[in-house]
């Protein structure tokens, strides 16, 4: 099992990783590749999984998508910010015009590139037999859970073409 972030975990079952002993890791501090974004993360490293995949990551992402300078903001604007992201995502996808449903929908969208790229990170590293994603985000957005879903439908032909996918090909993926 490894643990991603507080708010969203990735847990990654592997038959050899139990019958070894193998304990729950915190696998938010590893560092992934981010397509061009760049994120410096509170303990210092660059790119770790926390800064895209936890909530704050998920606000960062909605403050990228604004073009507003989240480096700027205060602390307590961060985390002002970090408690409201859910509740204004779910608000502007049920209750928003189009464009404003548009949006959310493209801040999703990215929310979803950076977990392909962790995947890509994780798995690669631990080839897991099964995989479990939950946590609050998970619970919070019902489409975002789909996203999720016709990501993992789309991996066979996806497989074909990206070659950090093809181990995805067959694994059992659970979304709570």
Same mark, same amino acid.
């Given at each position: 099992?490894?643990?991603?972030t507080e ?13 070894? *002993? ?5 696998? $938010? ?6 397509? *061009?974004?760049? %994120?410096?993360c509170e ?7 926390? #800064? ?25 604007? #961060? ?16 209750? $928003? ?22 995947? %890509?990170?994780? $798995?690669?590293a631990y ?7 939950? $946590? ?22 996806? *497989? ?9 090909? *067959? ?6």
């Open positions: 099992m490894i643990r991603m708010s969203f975990e990735l847990i990654l079952g592997n038959e050899v990783m139990a019958r070894s *002993g193998y304990h729950p890791v915190w696998f $938010g501090h590893a560092s992934m590749f981010a397509a *061009g974004d760049t %994120r410096t303990c210092g490293s660059v790119n770790c999984i926390e #800064t895209f995949l936890s909530k704050k990551g998920l606000a960062i992402t909605y403050c990228d998508a604004q073009q507003k300078n989240w480096k700027a903001m205060s602390a307590s604007e #961060t985390d002002k910010l970090t408690e409201s992201i859910l509740p204004a995502i779910t608000v502007g996808l049920v209750e $928003g015009d189009a464009e404003k449903r548009r949006f959310w929908d493209s801040v999703l969208s990215r929310y979803m590139l950076h977990l392909k790229y962790s995947l %890509r990170n994780v $798995g690669c080839l897991p037999s099964e995989i479990i994603i939950k $946590g609050e985000i998970i619970s919070s957005l019902p489409q975002l859970k789909e996203k999720i879903r016709a990501f993992f439908e789309q991996i066979p032909q996806q *497989g074909r073409h990206d070659h950090y996918l093809h181990w995805l090909a *067959g694994i059992v993926c659970t979304i709570e």
